[in-house]
């Protein structure tokens, strides 16, 4: 049921605005322009160099979809075109229509969306809105062989959408759930990383507000073990806790461990190995951390194997990428 917010005692809501102005007009007012559904144009949301963003109709409802970052209807578009709340889109639209004589409050001008050209700015606080499993989780993480419950595990969760928070009046959606580009957060307590493993926006692949103690894998590692890898994603470690393996993972190849971490880590295992993709930038990240890490031991795949572990197994199958482990281990 839509919110109502009260403009000279008329009570304004969706229904009130569509029995008066209909929703291309809607659309066609804020792009400035006219549009055919399902025709490509540039995103009047950021910088869009290319078009990404296009109109179409769903159960009889005009909805947009800016790939790689949001989708919705008429008014979740006015929404996010003035970086503003529902109730306060329902207000720009009654003033700019004229159907009601007065308002509490109008946004005279729009204020840029800032996602992704200064994304470093609002990154002090991710906001993640949990949802429930999907089928499409299901087939894109068992694709790799992992079972949704070593995520719970792992505190991964799946997102309905992502929140960057600024301070106590600026927040912006960074990403909103959809089957085509879902949403994974990995939860340190007090810090998030998230995660779109199928956006074709590199930029908007992954945000995170982690530090280089949040290790990943380092809470669910057992007291004392006899072999500990150090690998370079979450995937690979999942994959290989999967295998047996006791495994961690920074959160990247260049990023090296702090030494308290290290120390702590030598107090609880025999070995330590390192294991991270087999193209260049992975060689070039393993001879950093061996020479700033001494006493972990190297270990490299096969030129003829998948660059890593994760993607041997999805390839190969599980119990090939356990022999060709067990073979380099």
């Not at 950021?46 to 790939?67: C, M, V």
């Not at 002090?124 to 989780?137: E, G, S, T, Y």
């Not at 926006?201 to 990943?216: C, E, F, G, H, R």
């Amino acid at each position: 049921m839509s919110r109502i917010i009260d403009f000279d005692n008329i009570k304004i809501n969706k229904d009130y605005i569509l029995a008066r102005v209909s929703e291309a007009e809607i659309f066609e007012h804020y792009l400035k322009h006219d549009f055919q559904l399902g025709k490509l144009y540039k995103s009047p949301l950021r910088d869009d160099k290319n078009p990404n963003f296009n109109i179409y109709k769903l159960n009889g409802e005009l909805r947009y979809k800016d790939f790689g970052y949001t989708a919705g209807n008429c008014f979740e578009f006015v929404r996010n075109l003035f970086n503003c709340d529902y109730p306060t889109s329902l207000q720009i639209i009654a003033n700019d229509f004229s159907l009601a004589k007065k308002t509490t409050q109008v946004l005279q001008e729009r204020k840029p969306n800032p996602i992704i050209e200064e994304l470093e700015k609002f990154q002090k606080k991710l906001i993640p809105v949990r949802r429930a499993w999907k089928k499409i989780d299901f087939d894109y993480w068992n694709s790799y062989h992992i079972p949704l419950i070593n995520l719970n595990n792992e505190r991964i969760y799946a997102c309905n959408y992502v929140y960057l928070k600024k301070d106590i009046d600026t927040m912006f959606m960074w990403g909103q759930h959809l089957d085509s580009d879902p949403i994974y957060c990995y939860d340190f307590i007090n810090t998030h990383k998230c995660y779109r493993p199928l956006t074709k926006n590199k930029k908007l692949k992954w945000i995170s507000t982690t530090t280089a103690y949040d290790v990943q894998g380092l809470t669910t590692l057992p007291e004392r073990g006899e072999v500990l890898i150090i690998t370079s994603s979450m995937k690979d470690l999942l994959v290989l806790k999967l295998l047996g393996y006791n495994a961690i993972a920074p959160h990247g190849e260049g990023h090296n461990i702090p030494e308290r971490i290290m120390d702590s880590l030598w107090s609880s295992f025999d070995n330590i190995l390192l294991l991270y993709d087999n193209d260049e930038a992975g060689k070039t990240s393993t001879r950093r951390f061996i020479k700033n890490n001494p006493g972990v031991s190297p270990i490299y795949f096969p030129e003829d194997a998948e660059k890593d572990i994760s993607d041997h197994g999805k390839v190969h199958g599980l119990e090939e990428a356990r022999d060709l482990m067990n073979k380099l281990v």
